[in-house]
């Protein structure tokens, strides 16, 4: 008796010694589309106007083929002549759009999607009738849709520049104009912009320490929630009262404005699911305010700092990076490039370095984000003023790495199982390695081992497997995913000594066992 009290203690001890993510939810796979760029391309094949009314059958057949839980159709709201002015008579950023688009017409300059007017849709993309059909149409074959919020300014030209200038932060009390140029408009609203970024010469300043501009802005966010099935929350972090007092302090607190004691997120985000429960969000942030952000009913967060350690290739940093945020990843969203940042394939260096950075994002728990283009290996980056990309020609190594790799996460085993990072692994310099499992409705458990080689030179080495037991015997026969090749083990030795991995150069093994 006292030798059984002995080995549960040990058992009990090992397994909570594992750390391990464990499923709350569902994680998702979203794809994003850059959706006036996404019609102009539908429009130019078909050789007539395509928007969200008249999508042809075979393109939501493509859609269903990509095994899609969320899509999110970026830059549908309704945008002013104000921003496309600006772009398309910007010397900086003309010569900028020539660089990425040498051919490029004023035809082409389309404006900023993130200088909103007002959240109804676009007249360009269709009507109202036809969100709302697309998003019936997307949720009839299993995908949701999301959309997009940009919480910290409005276009220049919004309706409320007039109606409501108390909801915009504006230049110091008692300043007088000429007013700073690169911070504030010629009536002293200033522009929209962080610290980082300075000013967004297309926008204004919203005043989240005006709870009459929350109150607005909560509504907006009711108005968007009866078409989507998610909201994707544009730099999010700008609207928390720490980041608005680092940055606007100055002119809020002339006026008269306090540091509000609540966070508008907690407020509006509890607002919003009390009516639409089964709503998602995703938020953009940067800077490391995820605890704040989760703890006010965010969904989902990006995850900029793991496509940043991936690449680097500092495998130090990546495991250490890894082991800090075990308990985050569920609430992570995860991507190798999107419409910010450059083609993953241009981060990382080459095609094939950019699908080992989506192996170990996307087996990761939490969202995995893709951006359109993406799976076909593109390298010419889309700006989001732009209504097209420098043509080319799909990389079908990519094509159909994506193909397979979406069949291996469409699974329920990535989608609602258990996630473990194995740190006993012998090639740590090498090989990250992660482990999943699911119980299934049987009682059985789907099982599968990730091992991820982060380097130019094939890897090899041990990792200990410590749930790995055959139905009967020693011996367990192992599926890897990728190249369907199966292989007999011994259970007992990939528990205890480990299982010998061969992994070349920036690929990885999924092993079913």
């Known amino acids: 008796m006292i030798k059984k009290s002995i080995l549960l203690f040990a058992v009990l001890f090992i397994f909570q010694s594992i750390p391990m993510a464990k499923c709350d939810h569902y994680y998702p796979l979203m794809m994003e589309y850059s959706t006036r760029p996404w019609l102009y391309s539908l429009s130019q094949k078909y050789g007539k106007t395509i928007n969200l009314g008249n999508i042809p059958d075979s393109e939501y057949d493509a859609l269903q083929d990509q095994k899609l839980d969320y899509i999110w159709m970026m830059g549908i709201w309704k945008l002013g002549a104000y921003g496309l002015r600006y772009d398309r008579t910007n010397q900086a950023e003309l010569s900028y759009f020539k660089t990425l688009l040498p051919d490029f017409t004023i035809d082409d300059v389309i404006g900023s999607p993130y200088a909103i007017t007002e959240y109804v849709i676009n007249p360009d993309i269709g009507t109202t009738q036809d969100l709302i059909n697309f998003r019936k149409r997307l949720n009839g074959m299993g995908t949701k849709l999301i959309l997009d919020f940009v919480p910290n300014h409005s276009a220049v030209d919004s309706p409320w520049n007039t109606t409501n200038p ?13 007013y700073d140029s690169s911070r504030y408009l010629p009536w002293g609203i200033a522009y929209g912009g962080e610290k980082y970024d300075g000013a967004w010469k297309d926008t204004a300043q919203l005043n989240y320490w005006n709870q009459d501009l929350r109150n607005a802005q909560t509504q907006n966010l009711l108005t968007i929630a009866k078409y989507a099935d998610g909201i994707r929350t544009d730099m999010t972090q700008l609207a928390l009262n720490d980041v608005i007092q680092m940055d606007w302090s100055n002119e809020l607190s002339s006026w008269g404005y306090n540091k509000p004691s609540t966070e508008f997120w907690c407020e509006a985000i509890s607002s919003v699911k009390n009516q639409y429960p089964d709503l998602i969000f995703l938020g953009e942030q940067y800077w490391g305010y995820d605890d704040q952000l989760i703890n006010c009913g965010f969904d989902f967060l990006y995850d900029k700092a793991l496509l940043d350690h991936l690449a680097s290739y500092k495998m130090s940093d990546i495991w250490s990076y890894l082991n800090s945020k075990i308990s985050y990843f569920p609430k992570y969203s995860h991507y190798t490039e999107n419409h910010d940042e450059p083609r993953a394939i241009t981060k990382f260096g080459s095609w094939w370095q950019a699908d080992a950075g989506a192996l170990a994002s996307f087996t990761l728990p939490g969202m995995r984000f893709s951006f359109e283009g993406q799976w076909k290996g593109f390298k010419n980056k889309l700006d989001v003023h732009l209504r097209r990309a420098k043509s080319e020609d799909p990389n079908q190594d ?109 690929y990885a093994q999924i092993f079913s066992y």
């Open 166 to 178: 108390n909801y915009y932060i504006h230049a110091p009390k008692g300043s007088v104009p000429p």
């Open 398 to 506: 990519v094509v159909d790495f994506y193909k397979k790799f979406q069949d291996i996460l469409a699974t329920d085993v990535f989608r609602k199982g258990t996630w473990t990072l194995i740190n006993d692994c012998s090639n740590k310099n090498q090989l990250i390695t992660y482990r999943w499992y699911y119980k299934k409705s049987d009682g059985s458990y789907d099982k599968r081992l990730v091992v991820i080689n982060l380097s130019g030179y094939q890897a090899s080495g041990n990792v200990v497997v410590s749930d790995a037991y055959a139905q009967s015997g020693d011996d367990i026969v192992i599926t890897e995913l990728l190249t369907d090749k199966q292989y007999t083990r011994s259970a007992s030795e990939m528990r205890s000594t480990g299982l010998d991995v061969i992994v070349n150069s920036w």
